[in-house]
């Protein structure tokens, strides 16, 4: 019975194959949150915390494939490919998630200080205490949510496409290499993600 096996082929020239394999489960990632999100949308009554959680995880898993960082990510015309109203909706997602999940920045949080004033009737004006008022939008609408789940779609799809396009660029590139180098090679035991959080990972 023939066994069939694989070698490590992590070489630069694979590396945009990698890296869109990486965004691809994100993308992926993004639909089935968005999916348990509308989920729990419909139970009564809803668990709010669970729903703020899955909606901050569906915004960080979408926005990370399009942010900076070690891997490439979705090329610029792939978004511009994209239908305008699909473009408006990748803004706003993108900045929910870079303004109001990653970063306290637009309207979605307030803290308000109060200074409670002793009545009148009670004695002379005076603060008797402070206190801060916090609020914020928990979650998005459900429309909101599908909308989300649309557009990850929309940007797998496409992403599929050029990871397709990037196999076949592999292979070939693969088949023009002494093929015996292949079949010598002993791989290392598979090594589980980890390490010291701080530290960028290496690149091919």
Not at 80 to 103: C, M, T, V, Y
Not at 188 to 196: L, N, Q, V
Request: aromatic fraction near 6%; glycine fraction near 4%; charged fraction near 25%.
């Amino acid at each position: 019975m023939a066994v069939w096996r694989f070698v490590v082929f992590s070489v630069k020239e694979a590396q945009l194959l990698a890296d869109l394999t990486g965004v691809e489960v994100d993308l992926r990632a993004t639909e089935e949150i968005c999916d348990l999100i509308l989920q729990n949308m419909a139970k009564e009554p809803m668990e709010l915390l669970l729903v703020e959680s899955l909606c901050a995880a569906a915004l960080i898993r979408y926005g990370r494939s399009f942010g900076s960082g070690v891997r490439h990510t979705i090329p610029d015309e792939v978004v511009k490919g994209l239908p305008s109203e699909s473009q408006k909706n990748h803004e706003f997602f993108k900045n929910l998630r870079d303004k109001w999940i990653a970063h306290s920045v637009n309207a979605f949080e307030e803290n308000l200080v109060h200074a409670y004033l002793t009545p009148e009737e009670r004695g002379p004006r005076s603060i008797s205490s402070i206190s801060v008022q916090h609020s914020r939008i928990v979650t998005l609408r459900g429309n909101n949510i599908a909308a989300l789940k649309t557009l990850a779609v929309e940007m797998r799809k496409q992403v599929e496409i050029l990871i397709d396009q990037e196999k076949k660029k592999v292979l070939e590139y693969a088949r023009s290499l002494p093929v015996d180098n292949f079949y010598s090679q002993v791989d290392p035991p598979a090594k589980a993600p980890g390490g010291d959080p701080k530290k960028r990972r290496k690149n091919f």
